[in-house]
């Protein structure tokens, strides 16, 4: 099996990764309309993929496929998406802001899909947005979740598909400026500079749990 089809067990067999184990994606989640899945390389604190069931449209573009009928099925999912990364987060962090604490939902937690997806099946990412992550390790992991690369699901779906993809990638994944989510500071093309930085921004608003 390819690496782009990785998430295709999950959608045939969810009920073989319900329990912590050796495999990179743990499901939280499965009926027969969709998956939800922690990410196994995930690129924030809290990182859940949510995967339609249905084998045709699990093949659809996810700049298309995503019509309001389909968002309107998919949205119990989200919200169980948000449910689950709020009560995980709190587990493992004290926020120390209190007006984010009371808006996690609206204000930490960012939900779509890549303009370029790299992997064949169709899912909606549903993350915090911390990018506080060791799997989070170059320019590009960062863009994709920080540019216009990032389609929310408020703006799907789009009109179409990417006609050009690379042209995609160019302007959003390799010649965007990196620019810090929290506070809107530029560091071009210094990505060990942003992580520290990130790091920074992180410890100002959360501290571990000891338990
Ligand atoms: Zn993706
Ligand atoms: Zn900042």
């Known amino acids: 099996m ?31 309309t969709a998956v939800i899945i922690t990410d196994g390389f995930p690129k924030a604190t809290e990182h859940l993929l949510i995967l339609p069931r249905n084998a045709s449209l699990s093949k659809v573009h996810p700049t298309t496929a995503l019509t309001d009928h389909i968002k309107h099925k998919l949205e119990r999912y989200i919200e169980i998406a948000i449910k689950y990364i709020i009560k995980d987060f709190k587990s493992k ?5 209190n007006n984010l604490a009371e ?6 937690i960012q939900i779509g899909i890549h303009h370029v997806p790299s992997m064949n ?3 909606v990412h549903v993350i915090t947005k911390d990018f506080h992550s060791t799997r989070l390790k170059h320019k590009k992991h960062y863009n994709s979740f920080n540019t216009g690369f990032f389609v929310k699901w408020d703006d799907l779906p789009l009109k179409e598909r990417p006609s ?3 042209l995609i990638e160019k302007k959003y994944l390799r010649d965007h400026d990196l620019i ?4 809107g500071q530029n560091f071009t093309n210094k990505f060990s500079k ?10 100002k608003r959360f501290v571990p749990n000891n338990e």
């Open 121 to 123: 099946n169709l899912h």
């Open 194 to 203: 942003l992580k520290e930085h990130l790091n920074e921004e992180f410890s």
């Open 2 to 32: 390819s690496w782009r089809g990785a998430l295709q067990q999950y959608i045939c067999h969810p009920e073989k990764y319900e329990t912590v184990s050796s495999t990179e994606s743990q499901v939280i989640y499965h009926d027969s």
């Open 93 to 97: 962090y004290e926020i120390l802001d």
């Open 103 to 108: 808006n996690l939902e609206r204000e930490f």
């Open 164 to 166: 050009d993809p690379k």
């Open 180 to 183: 810090c989510c929290y506070c």
